[in-house]
C-alpha cells in the first residue's frame, strides 16, 4: 500500500511538473523557416545622446527622438502605458497589456487607426461584454486584427495585433 502512495505521489509530481512546463511562457512561435522569431519586451525610448548642442539650441534641451517601441511597424500604434510588449515574426503578431476598460482601448484604436492609414473592411467593430475585436484593410490591402480581451482581476487590456502583409 505504501509502495502504491509513493508512486502515485511521484507520478503527480512528474505531471504537475509538465503541466507547469507546458503552461509558462515561451520565447515564442518557431517560424516554417527555423528560426525563432524576434521577441521584444517592454522597451523604452530611444533617447538621442547628448554631445555639442546644434546651433540654434541651447545646452539644457533634451532630445529624445521620436520613434515608438522597436520592432513595431511604423503604422501600427500602441497604447501609452503599454507593458510586457512581444513583437515577433518580424513585426506581423504584437501582444501586450495595458491598465484600463476595454472601451478605452477600443476607442483609442478607432481614434488612432485612420491616422495610420488603416480604414475599416466593411465589417462592424465588435465588443461583447471583455472581448473586442477590430478589422482594418490599407491601400495595398494589408489586413489588421486587433482583437482585446479585459481581464478584471488584474484590471488590464491584452492587446494582440496581427497583420497579413
Known amino acids: 500500500m505504501k509502495r502504491n502512495y509513493r508512486l502515485i505521489l511521484l507520478i503527480s509530481g512528474i505531471l504537475i511538473l509538465l503541466l507547469?512546463?507546458?503552461?509558462?511562457?515561451?520565447?515564442?512561435?518557431?517560424?516554417?523557416?527555423g528560426e525563432s522569431p524576434e521577441v521584444v519586451t517592454e522597451q523604452?525610448?530611444?533617447?538621442?545622446?547628448a554631445g555639442e548642442p546644434e546651433e540654434g539650441t541651447t545646452e539644457t534641451e533634451v532630445a529624445?527622438?521620436?520613434?515608438?517601441?522597436?520592432?513595431?511597424?511604423?503604422?501600427?500604434?500602441?497604447?501609452?502605458?503599454?507593458?510586457?510588449?512581444?513583437?515577433?515574426?518580424?513585426?506581423?503578431?504584437?501582444?501586450y497589456q495595458v491598465d484600463g476598460?476595454?472601451?478605452d482601448?477600443?476607442?483609442?484604436?478607432?481614434?488612432?487607426?485612420?491616422?495610420?492609414?488603416?480604414?475599416?473592411?466593411g465589417n462592424p467593430d465588435t465588443v461583447v461584454a471583455r472581448i473586442a475585436t477590430l478589422l482594418r484593410t490599407n491601400e495595398v490591402d494589408d489586413r489588421l486584427s486587433i482583437n482585446m480581451q479585459h481581464n478584471e482581476?488584474?484590471?488590464?487590456v491584452v492587446v494582440t495585433?496581427?497583420?497579413a502583409r
Not at 105 to 119: A, P
Open 105 to 121: 482601448v477600443v476607442g483609442f484604436y478607432q481614434d488612432q487607426l485612420g491616422n495610420y492609414g488603416w480604414e475599416s473592411v
Open 161 to 163: 495585433i496581427t497583420i
Open 44 to 49: 523604452a525610448p530611444a533617447e538621442v545622446e
Open 20 to 33: 507547469a512546463a507546458a503552461c509558462s511562457p515561451s520565447s515564442g512561435p518557431v517560424d516554417e523557416g
Open 153 to 156: 482581476l488584474g484590471g488590464f
Open 101 to 103: 476598460e476595454i472601451a
Open 64 to 95: 529624445v527622438a521620436p520613434v515608438g517601441p522597436p520592432g513595431v511597424p511604423e503604422d501600427i500604434p500602441i497604447m501609452e502605458g503599454a507593458s510586457n510588449l512581444q513583437v515577433a515574426t518580424g513585426g506581423t503578431n504584437i501582444t
